[in-house]
């Protein structure tokens, strides 16, 4: 539990049905859960042992907490593991409402009808710890995230090179960390525990400050005064931005073309469709292949002839596959004061178009404009007055650009000594000379 939280007493409601039972500490309040979990298990079963109890038929389990609607054929153990989330979902979102009225903040604004939909836990919860091969299994969250946490609390110092650190033994972990305390939060990587949740969404968080960024992003745009001063978004705090302006600054550089990127899950994605050929994931219906399981997804709607949108303006026959299809169609075609769908301007022209790809096929064909060396495409950002414009500098970091200038000289030398050869290669990376935030401008 939070220190700030420890002296206060707990308000869980229990929400099986019509019960209206409240418990003041997570202990009376499993013992509680166990009432219920006695109501749908079968006949002659010993609650005790309702963990080595698993049926397999057509019976519908259906849980009946309020606002949740999970229903399972896999039988009461299912059931027992999902309704103790919800004993200990109650738990965190009790913890996050105490942090949001503590810090003033007001509630969430998203959609209370989510607000008990937990996720789907189709295993036991298993204890990795390799320290005397530990094995413990339970079907309670509760006690699989206190049990997790022992280890880190018993655990003690040891020689790691020239420092004494506290070791994690979680299974294929190579982890070193300075006390058990940084310990217990790494631990909570591994048991995946969400020590947060919204009590008005139900939406779960790793910590406090991943939940009160939640509540932050939903303050009224007229009480968000940080503003970014490269795409001029605005945020409710200092940290959002911070945040938000780290997306600007590529960081990774691909190994294999000149593309960078901000995030390693960019420059991941980047690889896995510019360079690699690998595809994965196998369509059921004919012989098409992706690379990515979204993009299956995607492609199994064109073998479903039975989900279609139609359009419902008079005397259009049009439909689409996508209800996303039918408002770009309804947008372009029966809007009648189009001026405001003209939102990507050439700063060169002023020409404007409705599509993002209209503007770059113009920026190509028009101006001769080419994006950068390992890009694939333009990126445009929005100014003051609303419009989208082509976005002509990149920013890197210090030690991406220092890489980057090293592999250049490298090139340059390489260069040098193949011209001796009678073999002449140019670079195709073209980085600019400072060293602090650095803008590349796209090639005209």
């Known amino acids: 539990m939070p220190p700030n939280l420890k002296k206060k007493p707990m308000q869980l409601p229990c929400e099986w049905y019509d019960c209206e039972t409240k418990c003041d500490t997570m202990e009376a309040f499993t013992i509680h859960i166990h009432k219920h979990i006695a109501e749908f298990l079968p006949p002659g079963i010993d609650i005790d042992n ?13 849980c009946q907490w309020a606002d949740c609607g999970f229903i399972t054929l896999e039988g009461p153990v299912m059931l027992t593991r999902h309704l103790f989330f919800h004993a200990y979902h109650c738990k965190i979102k009790w913890w996050a409402t105490q942090e949001r009225v503590r810090c003033k903040m007001g509630p969430c604004m998203l959609d209370h009808a989510t607000r008990n939909l937990i996720p789907e836990l189709p295993q036991k919860f298993h204890c990795a710890w390799a320290d005397d091969i530990c094995g413990f299994t339970t079907d309670n969250a509760e006690h699989f995230y206190r049990h997790a946490d022992m280890h880190a609390s018993v655990s003690e110092q040891e020689l790691v090179g020239n420092q004494m650190l506290v070791r994690c033994k979680w299974s294929d972990c190579t982890g070193c960390y300075k006390d058990k305390y940084k310990l217990l939060d790494h631990l909570r990587s591994h048991t995946q525990e969400k020590r947060f949740a ?24 007229d009480l968000q005064s940080y503003q970014c ?24 550089k691909c190994p294999f073309c000149d593309m960078t990127c901000p995030a390693p899950s960019g420059l991941k994605s980047h690889i ?16 098409f292949k992706a690379k990515k399981a979204a993009d299956l997804r995607r492609h199994i709607t064109t073998h479903d002839a039975g989900k279609q949108y139609w359009c419902e303006h008079e005397g259009c026959n049009f439909t689409a596959r996508s209800l996303l299809t039918l408002k770009r169609h309804y947008s372009r075609e029966h809007v009648e004061n189009k001026a405001g769908l003209y939102k990507y301007c050439c700063h060169v022209c002023n020409t404007r178009f409705i599509r993002g790809f209209s503007l770059t096929w113009h920026l190509k064909t028009k101006h001769k404009f080419k994006w950068p060396s390992g890009h694939c495409r333009f990126r445009y950002k929005e100014h003051d007055d609303g419009l989208l414009r082509l976005q002509t500098v990149r920013y890197e970091s210090i030690e991406l650009t220092q890489q980057l200038l090293a592999e250049k000289e490298e090139a340059h030398q390489s260069e040098s000594t193949d011209g001796d050869n009678g073999n002449s290669s140019r ?10 935030s650095v803008a590349e401008t796209i090639d005209n």
């Open 272 to 287: 896995k469709y510019r360079h690699s050929e690998e595809r994965m994931h196998e369509c059921q219906y004919c012989n």
């Open 198 to 221: 919204c009590d008005q969404c139900g939406a779960l968080f790793s910590n406090r400050t991943k939940y009160i960024d939640h509540i932050h992003r939903q303050t009224a745009l």
């Open 229 to 252: 001063s490269h795409c001029s978004k605005i945020f409710a705090s200092e940290r959002l931005l911070r945040d938000h302006m780290r997306h600007h600054v590529n960081h990774y």
């Open 427 to 436: 670079s195709q990376i073209d980085v600019p000379s400072t060293s602090t």
């Open 50 to 62: 309702y963990v080595q109890f698993q049926i397999i038929s057509q019976d519908e389990y259906h």
